[in-house]
């Protein structure tokens, strides 16, 4: 819900920025923050929202907070990557799930996710700097559903 107010109070502060000058602060719970500050790091990154406050600056990340209505398995970011990759996915429900790696021989080099997880949106950093160069393969695996994707790893 706090997500939900604070891209609600970015959306308006962005839109109607002259207003920022006039309000000093706003109050988010217990913290107050500078609102210039607060409309000048939405524009730079509408994702994280950068917020100095009493000589420390924090770092709010404004994701959708909404539970994903299906399970998905996305493409891994970067492709090709050395030595890491990132690989996000939904899960629709709380149930198992499984995320393994296998090479192009089918043999097993890395189980990423085996346990049950609550319904969200997931992301995890796949690190493959013990692993040869060349094409792997990433297995999404919760509740019936299974999705396959590729990915190349260069040394």
Known sequence: MMKKILLIIIILF??????????KTVRFGN????????????LKSPANVYVPHKNKTYAINVENDEVPRSFELYQNYPNPFNPSTLIKYDVAHETFVSLKVFNLLGQEVSV???RI???????LKFDAAGLNS????YRFQADGFIKVRKMLFLK
């Open 117 to 123: 997880q609550k319904a969200g949106s997931y992301s």
């Open 14 to 23: 962005t839109l109607l920025g002259n207003l920022a000058a006039q309000y």
């Open 112 to 114: 990423l996710v085996n």
């Open 31 to 42: 913290l107050l923050v500078n609102a210039q500050a607060l409309v000048l790091s939405s």
């Open 134 to 137: 060349g094409f792997y393969i």
